[in-house]
């Protein structure tokens, strides 16, 4: 009897070992991010404070030379008497600016949401050219138009009215959220919409119940740009509403500056309780912003 040969076992190869950064080199990477963060943010953020704290000084601590960045005498009733003041009905123009930006922005959702859902899924002739004069639009602002505008509210009885300036943000948004809309409509799959056809869903419902959940993320967007222009507005609400009382923030804000004297005290506060309501919507709206890429896909 022969032994058996002895079989030859192969070396293991070993993978080449990479060298993995140091944990001083993870710190000093993650400090540095830190860092330029913070600058970046401090660059955005530090005019805000700015206002936020010459909100709380009297007029003559704004004026003093050389200026000083903390109030000598802190004046938290600016923020109780700029409500009262005889220069603009502050709680009007608070009033009127929540009206015109909150219709306008349910209006240009209202008719961006079918419009882009039908561009995108849809061919019919002139779709090219159509969305082309969409983006066009864009290049013409209010105040460019303002006279014509005003003439044109003038003829339409509407002018020195709420639903002028409604129409008006709503027109100058719409070609925008439109644009918006139509990309996300266009980035989501047919076969979403014939499978819940196959299922008996008709063309509004598939619209309503499977695309709207799925195109989330882009209706938000179109909510807050178009609040935010149209919260900001001033062009044509400076020559359009005539009325103090009708008049946004962004117009009110310009009557505490005058040729000889300005109270800067009620201008930096009126700023800061105007960018209160877009700082809340957003918070509001945000979280609902991620959710939406997940949700209404599954049946």
Not at 124 to 136: H, S, Y
Not at 176 to 183: D, L, S, V
Not at 262 to 291: C, D, H, N, T
Request: glycine share 6%.
């Amino acid at each position: 009897m022969t032994a058996p040969a002895p079989t030859l076992i192969a070396p293991v190869q070993r993978e080449p070992r990479t060298r993995r950064p140091s944990d001083s080199r993870i710190t000093g990477r993650v400090v540095g991010r830190m860092v330029a963060g913070l600058i970046i943010a401090l660059i955005f953020v530090i005019p805000y404070l700015i206002m936020l704290i010459g909100s709380f000084k009297s007029r003559f601590n704004i004026l003093t030379v050389p200026p000083t960045y903390w109030p000598t005498e802190w004046h938290p009733e600016n923020y109780i008497t700029m409500w009262s003041t005889p220069e603009t009905p502050l709680p009007q123009n608070l009033i009127s600016t929540i009206v015109i930006s909150v219709f306008a922005t349910a209006l240009v959702l209202l008719v961006c949401v079918p419009a882009a859902y039908y561009t995108a899924r849809f061919r019919f002739p002139g779709r090219g050219v159509f969305l082309f004069l969409v983006i066009v639009t864009q290049m013409l602002q209010p105040t460019v138009l303002a006279t014509g505008l005003f003439k044109e509210m003038v003829a339409l009885g509407l002018n020195d009215t709420w639903l002028a300036m409604i129409l008006i943000n709503a027109a100058f948004n719409l070609a925008f959220a439109i644009w918006i809309m139509h990309n996300f409509f266009a980035g989501v799959p047919k076969e979403i919409d014939e499978a819940a056809q196959l299922d008996g869903a008709g063309k509004w419902t598939v619209l309503f119940r499977v695309q709207l959940p799925l195109v989330w993320p882009g209706i938000v967007t179109a909510i807050i740009y178009t609040f935010v222009a149209s919260w900001n507005e001033f062009a044509a609400s400076l020559v359009i509403l005539s009325t103090d009382g009708n008049q946004p923030l962004s117009v009110a804000l310009t009557k505490f500056v005058g040729q000889y004297d300005a109270a800067w005290q009620y201008v930096f506060a009126v700023s800061v309780v105007a960018v209160i309501p877009v700082v809340v919507l957003f918070m509001l709206i945000e979280k609902r912003l991620v959710g939406g890429l997940t949700q209404g896909s599954v049946k």
